[in-house]
Nanobody
């Protein structure tokens, strides 16, 4: 049984930082591209960042480029998202997701992902 579990969310002031983690079990982690998605109240889920199975290639949404950094540790079956210079518009539920892929890159599309976690809440106060 595949399990995807996010952690690290919380309440921080604008300009602050958070580091999200996602641990995965029940699959061969380095057979999967990984991604972070978020959903604000009343809005559709959107892609934030993804990373290839190797960790060598990543994609970022324009809204987070230069502020967020995605990384993965294939030995620990863990995905990370370092979020700096946080803004109130970064508020939302953050989801970790996995997509079966041995490609050189990744796809930041909701429909591309095979497995999802339940999310961790990030709230940025102004």
């Amino acid at each position: 049984q595949v399990q995807v579990v996010e952690s690290g969310g919380g309440l921080v002031q604008a300009g602050g930082s958070l580091n999200l983690s996602c641990t995965v079990s029940g699959l061969t982690f380095d057979d999967f591209a990984m991604g972070w998605f978020r959903q604000a109240p009343g809005k559709e889920r959107e892609g934030v960042s993804c990373v290839s199975w190797s960790g060598l290639n990543s994609v970022y949404a324009d809204s987070v480029k230069g502020r967020f950094t995605i990384s993965r540790d294939n030995n620990a079956n863990t995905l990370y998202l370092q979020m700096n210079s946080l803004k109130p518009q970064d508020t939302g539920m953050y989801y970790c997701a996995a997509a079966a892929s041995n490609g050189i890159s990744c796809d930041l599309e909701v429909d591309y992902m095979d497995y999802w976690g339940k999310g961790t809440l990030v709230t940025i106060s102004s």
